[in-house]
C-alpha cells in the first residue's frame, strides 16, 4: 500500500536555528499535505501542495514538492518556541483516504 | 461552530469491556473517520464513512466497529477491549473524501486499556 517515510524521527535545536524535516515516497504522489501536532493536541491542517516543484511559504514556514512529485519537505526559518510539536506529511492511499508519516518531533531549546 | 467534537476525553477500561467513543461534526461534512495514534507509529487509519449509512475499514480496523446513521455522528465501538488498543483516538472530518480535502480532527481520546 502507499506509504511515506519522514525523517528525521526527532529534532532538537536551538531557538533561532533552521529546522527542516523530510518526506519521502516510492511513487508519484499527486498530492501531500502537511499537518502540525502540538504537544498533548490534536492534528491540525497546516498546507496541500500539488504541483510539480511547488514552493508555498506562510510566513517562516517553506513547503517544497519535488520535481518527481515523489517528495517533500517543510523547513522553518529561525525557529521559535512556538513551533514546537510533531509535524505529519500525509499522502493519498489508492482508496482516496490520507496515509500519514511517522512524524518529526520538533523541539526547540530557549 | 463546534468543528469536530469527541467524547469522553479519557477513559479506562478493562480487558474485555465494551464501550463506544462519540464523534460529532457540525460542519455537514460528507466524509468521516477514525485514526489511532500510537508513539512512534503516526496516525493509523480504522474505519472512515463517505456518507450517511456508508462505512468502510482502514488500515487497522480488527476489534472495532462504526456506523453513521446521520451525517453529524460517526461513532466508534470496541467491542472487546484489549491492551493492546491502548491508544489516543482521532476522529477526523472533511468536505469530501480525505486525500485532496482538509481534514478537520476532534481533540482526541485517550483510552487505556488494563
Known amino acids: 500500500g502507499q506509504q511515506v517515510m519522514q525523517i528525521p524521527q526527532y529534532q532538537h535545536v536551538q531557538e533561532g536555528e533552521d529546522f527542516t524535516t523530510y518526506c519521502n515516497s516510492s511513487?508519484?504522489?499527486?498530492?501531500i499535505q502537511w499537518y502540525k501536532q502540538r504537544p498533548g493536541g490534536h492534528p491540525v491542517f497546516l498546507i496541500q501542495l500539488v504541483k510539480s516543484g511547488e514552493v508555498k511559504k506562510q510566513k517562516r514556514l517553506t513547503f517544497q514538492f519535488g520535481e518527481a512529485k515523489k517528495n517533500s519537505s517543510l523547513h522553518i526559518t529561525a525557529t521559535q518556541t512556538t513551533d514546537v510539536g510533531t509535524y505529519f506529511c500525509a499522502c493519498p492511499t489508492g482508496a482516496n483516504n490520507l496515509f500519514f508519516g511517522t512524524g518529526t518531533r520538533l523541539t526547540v531549546i530557549p | 461552530n463546534a468543528g469536530v467534537t469527541q467524547t469522553p476525553k479519557f477513559q479506562v477500561l478493562k480487558t474485555g469491556q465494551s464501550m463506544t467513543l462519540q464523534c460529532a461534526q457540525d460542519?455537514?461534512?460528507?466524509?468521516m473517520s477514525w485514526y489511532r495514534q500510537d508513539p512512534g507509529m503516526g496516525l493509523r487509519l480504522i474505519h472512515y464513512?463517505?456518507?450517511?449509512?456508508?462505512?468502510d475499514q482502514g488500515e487497522v480496523p480488527n476489534g472495532y466497529n462504526v456506523s453513521r446513521s446521520t451525517t453529524e455522528d460517526f461513532p466508534l465501538r470496541l467491542l472487546s477491549a484489549a491492551p493492546s488498543q491502548t491508544s489516543v483516538y482521532f476522529c477526523?472530518?472533511?468536505?469530501?473524501?480525505?486525500?485532496?480535502?482538509?481534514?478537520?480532527f476532534g481533540p482526541g481520546t485517550r483510552l487505556t486499556v488494563l
Open positions: 477526523a472530518s472533511s468536505q469530501t473524501q480525505g486525500a485532496k480535502d482538509t481534514q478537520y
Open positions: 511513487t508519484t504522489l499527486s498530492n
Open positions: 460542519m455537514n461534512h460528507e466524509y
Open positions: 464513512s463517505v456518507g450517511a449509512g456508508i462505512t
